[in-house]
T-cell receptor, first 111, second 109 residues
Framework: NAGVTQTPKFQVLKTGQSMTLQCAQDMNHNSMYWYRQDPGMGLRLIYYSASEGTTDKGEVPNGYNVSRLNKREFSLRLESAAPSQTSVYFC??????????FGEGSRLTVL | RKEVEQDPGPFNVPEGATVAFNCTYSNSASQSFFWYRQDCRKEPKLLMSVYSSGNEDGRFTAQLNRASQYISLLIRDSKLSDSATYLCVAYSSASKIIFGSGTRLSIRP
């Protein structure tokens, strides 16, 4: 019972490099989310996808792009990484009950 | 002002104590509320939903006060394993799920 799977778990980038965080869920949920978590800031929504084929900006979308490849997968791309994007990234999907199920997180450091 | 505000703590209490956290929200359109628990360097996990009538799950009790726009979490007979960060969440729509910054709880033997 995998739930929400994120990869990679850790990544170090240099400023200007690009990378994609992958996320997949096996719970047949329609809506998926990407959050970042910084000390003292709580979780802030980057992008979300209400259903396959749709994506919308959240609170902090600048510097990111997303793709909802199919119902299972929702990826987050950093085109040109900046030190301000050093953070822990969580992917989540939401059940009909309103419960969010999170992946284990991806710890990104941008030097 | 943050939409969902919590006292960051840390709350440091002895095992067996009762501890309570409050959380205030500013968006009166918020419909649903939750408490999540997050262990150090782990993902958040649902602790309990919060209902208007209040609800209890074992040693945990959650209350919602819509008039004053706050929710609370009470932990009775605290255990060492309760040490974690507790996140308050207000849900207005699928695109508007707002997390508080979390309250750190440390239970000492």
């Amino acid at each position: 019972n995998a739930g929400v799977t994120q990869t990679p778990k850790f990544q170090v980038l240099k400023t200007g490099q690009s990378m994609t965080l992958q996320c997949a869920q096996d719970m047949n949920h329609n809506s998926m989310y990407w959050y970042r978590q910084d000390p003292g800031m709580g979780l802030r929504l980057i992008y979300y996808s209400a259903s396959e084929g749709t994506t919308d900006k959240g609170e902090v979308p600048n510097g990111y792009n997303v793709s909802r490849l199919n119902k299972r997968e929702f990826s987050l791309r950093l085109e040109s990484a900046a030190p301000s994007q050093t953070s822990v990234y969580f992917c989540a999907s939401i059940a009909n009950t309103g419960e969010l199920f999170f992946g284990e997180g991806s710890r990104l450091t941008v030097l | 002002r943050k939409e969902v505000e919590q006292d960051p703590g840390p709350f440091n209490v002895p095992e067996g104590a009762t501890v309570a956290f409050n959380c205030t929200y500013s968006n009166s359109a918020s419909q649903s509320f939750f408490w999540y628990r997050q262990d150090c360097r782990k993902e958040p996990k649902l602790l309990m939903s919060v209902y208007s009538s209040g609800n209890e799950d074992g040693r945990f009790t959650a209350q919602l006060n819509r008039a004053s726009q706050y929710i609370s979490l009470l932990i009775r007979d605290s255990k060492l394993s309760d040490s974690a960060t507790y996140l308050c969440v207000a849900y207005s729509s699928a695109s508007k799920i707002i997390f508080g910054s979390g309250t750190r709880l440390s239970i000492r033997p």
